[in-house]
């Protein structure tokens, strides 16, 4: 078992409350795919997992869990307050953790996998793909505090 509670066994991944031998909740049925769907909540106290459609927050302690929206690719921002994820294939949202509300972001992009947040929490990373028939994708940062994208292009080097 690792020390954040997280037991992987193949092919499966469980959450496990600490303290509490034998219950575990499943979290993956595949270690490859867990990566994408999990985040730590800032104070190491809960986990933030997709699982079955839906975005959930779990408590490390005691294995209860919450379910914040319907969605997948969650993360967690480092000051804790937000959740970043994808309400449905290519969209993108954010839950306040503390109120509940919800806030869909980029809605003019095809958003690529998860998204990932600067250390100060202030901007978020996505990839996003361009209506281009050669398949190019756009790097972006999304900056919380105004709404303001910023992409950046690159182009897949099989077709420079």
Same mark, same amino acid.
């Given at each position: 078992m690792e020390p954040s509670g997280l037991w992987v066994t193949?092919?499966?991944?469980?959450?496990?409350?600490?303290? $509490?031998?034998?219950?575990?909740?499943?979290?993956?049925e595949n270690a490859h795919t867990c990566s994408r769907m999990?985040?730590?909540?800032?104070?190491?106290?809960?986990?933030?997992?997709?699982?079955?459609?839906?975005?959930?927050v779990y408590r490390r302690r005691t294995g209860a $869990?919450?379910?914040?929206?319907?969605?997948? $690719?969650?993360?967690?921002?480092?000051?804790?307050?937000?959740?970043?994820?994808q309400p449905r294939q290519g969209k993108a949202a954010l839950i306040n953790v503390?109120?509940?509300?919800?806030?869909?972001?980029?809605?003019?992009?095809?958003i690529l996998y998860g998204m990932q947040w600067s250390p100060d929490s202030r901007y978020l990373l996505y990839c996003d793909r361009q209506r281009h028939i050669w398949g190019d994708t756009s790097l972006g940062v999304y900056?919380?505090?105004?709404?303001?994208?910023?992409?950046?292009?690159?182009?897949?080097?099989?077709?420079a």
């Open positions: 193949r092919p499966r991944v469980l959450a496990t409350a600490i303290g $509490h031998p034998g219950k575990a909740s499943l979290i993956a999990l985040g730590w909540s800032a104070d190491n106290k809960e986990l933030v997992v997709s699982l079955d459609g839906q975005v959930r $869990h919450r379910v914040l929206a319907d969605g997948t $690719h969650p993360s967690w921002s480092p000051d804790g307050r937000w959740i970043a994820f503390t109120t509940g509300s919800r806030k869909d972001i980029l809605s003019n992009r095809e900056r919380l505090k105004d709404g303001v994208s910023a992409p950046t292009r690159v182009q897949d080097s099989r077709f």
